[in-house]
């Protein structure tokens, strides 16, 4: 490691910048906002940092640069001309003087860097490359923003104040340590990134009343990982993996999300196939509560929504009988995430004005669904979990009046590289997947929307006869 990373205290420094261009323009702003002074040397400026030197009471000075500028008691120098020669002079000058110098044209020259910043007051992440690529830098912590609530500001100034009372109630420092572990990993945090500051101080305030007691359990996440594409996951809930001890995943989470897990979390597969659950829904539902018993952060990661056709209020009553906190994660579920990945806008001005959700196999494993109410004009109907039932399902829908020529999309693997479009006819579609290997998870789409597939589709690829071949679309 070349550079040092330190934050530095510069409310009482004083700083010469010269030069008035764009470069020192950033760097100015940045000096300003940190509670520093600058004067400024240049041959021309712009209005910006012209305002920024004023508004720190520092004296503007239009002119070439001279050696007795670094006369004044300054303590950095920023060297920010458009000329090289004049930068490196004055770099040589202030190397003589002993005054920290950062040049904008030679890293080099430079005693000091600007790291790329991250600001949440009064936290503050810095991410340098040493010099070597200032845009590289700049994108890792463009990244690393994204991933950052914008609450963990907010989280800082929570635990400043709370340290004193804190510290009177825990004396053991090993103790204190872990009590803000779980703090910060837990409800008071997830209260805070909410704007619950309320909340989050009166959980913070119970919770250090009997810390013992408040802290011997753990909570769980109900997250939802969306329909396959990891890049579908939600920042909450690419944070909670992360700091999860445990995960309880289904057949439907595909091995690219179960990558953004912690590496040091227990994975534990629950997941259950068409009329075979290896592990029983009540059995899932101990599990969750037994884990959190223990003091883990569980996260049960569901495909899809975990309230849409996911059983997860099921999963999270226990949780509440038993007074484990817990929060829901929504996800993306299939409806929409394999209809976007597919062309096929679910609702559509010239198509449909409504939208249907249904699964297609009951509780008790038949295919017998309210019909009638699924048959209507301008609607989109979505059908999960209906590939075994589908012959049934064609039938009935055509027997209550729905035309044997509305059109119908099975969505094999959605949103994955693997993903398949297949169109037909809806009186067509059962012969279809007679002829093709189909296999869950799959997705059904009927309605006139479906239509649109070939032209809003990001790739199709040419058939033999375009006409009658079903359409395979291929993401």
């Not at 021309?44 to 008691?73: E, F, K, M, T, Y």
Request: glycine share 8%; charged share 20%; with cysteine.
């Amino acid at each position: 490691m070349k550079h040092l990373p330190l934050f530095h205290d510069i409310t009482q420094s004083r700083w010469l910048i010269v030069g008035g261009g764009i470069v020192a323009g950033r760097r100015a702003q940045l000096i300003l906002s940190a509670g520093g002074q600058f004067d400024l040397v240049a041959l021309a400026a712009s209005d910006s940092i012209v305002a920024h030197c004023q508004q720190c009471d520092g004296v503007v000075s239009i002119r070439a640069w001279q050696p007795s500028d670094l006369n004044g008691d300054y303590q950095f120098v920023i060297a920010a001309t458009d000329d090289a020669e004049v930068n490196r002079q004055i770099a040589e000058q202030c190397k003589s003087k002993h005054i920290a110098v950062n040049v904008a044209t030679d890293a080099s020259l430079c005693d000091f860097t600007f790291p790329a910043t991250i600001d949440r007051d009064p936290l503050t992440i810095a991410v340098s490359s040493g010099t070597a690529s200032p845009i590289l830098a700049r994108l890792l912590s463009e990244r690393i923003d994204a991933l950052v609530p914008a609450g963990y500001g907010e989280l800082a100034r929570l635990v400043k104040k709370f340290r004193p009372k804190v510290r009177a109630a825990i004396e053991s420092g090993a103790q204190r340590k872990h009590f803000w572990e779980k703090v910060l990993l837990g409800g008071v945090a997830e209260n805070v990134f909410s704007g619950k500051m309320e909340a989050a101080e009166q959980l913070l305030e119970e919770t250090l009343r009997q810390p013992d007691e408040q802290l011997k359990h753990g909570e769980v996440y109900l997250i939802g990982a969306g329909p396959g594409d990891p890049d579908l996951l939600t920042f909450r809930a690419f944070r909670l993996l992360q700091q999860a001890d445990v995960v309880l995943y289904d057949r439907l989470v595909s091995k690219n999300i179960l990558q953004q897990v912690n590496q040091n979390a227990e994975l534990v597969y629950v997941g259950k196939q068409r009329s075979h659950h290896s592990v029983p829904q009540p059995s899932i539902n101990q599990r969750l509560l037994d884990f959190a018993l223990n003091g883990k952060r569980v996260a049960r990661l569901k495909g899809g929504d975990p309230f849409i056709f996911g059983r997860g209020g099921e999963e999270i009553e226990l949780l509440a009988e038993h007074r484990i906190p817990f929060q829901v994660v929504p996800g993306i579920t299939a409806a929409s995430g394999c209809a976007s990945y597919s062309g096929i806008p679910l609702t559509h001005r010239d198509h449909a004005q409504s939208v249907r959700f249904v699964t297609g196999q009951l509780q008790d494993g038949t295919v017998d669904l309210p019909w009638e109410d699924l048959v209507s004009d301008n609607q989109t109907l979505v059908i999960y979990m209906g590939l075994n039932g589908l012959p049934v399902i064609a039938k009935q829908l055509i027997a209550h009046g729905l035309s044997p020529d509305t059109p119908a999309a099975l969505i094999e693997q959605g949103t994955t590289v693997s993903q398949k479009v297949y169109t037909a006819s809806l009186s067509d579609l059962p012969s279809l997947i007679e002829k093709q290997t189909i296999a869950p998870p799959t997705l059904m789409i009927i309605g006139s929307v479906v239509s649109l597939h070939k032209t809003l589709h990001w790739f199709e690829p040419p058939t033999d006869n375009e006409d009658s071949a079903p359409s395979i679309g291929h993401r």
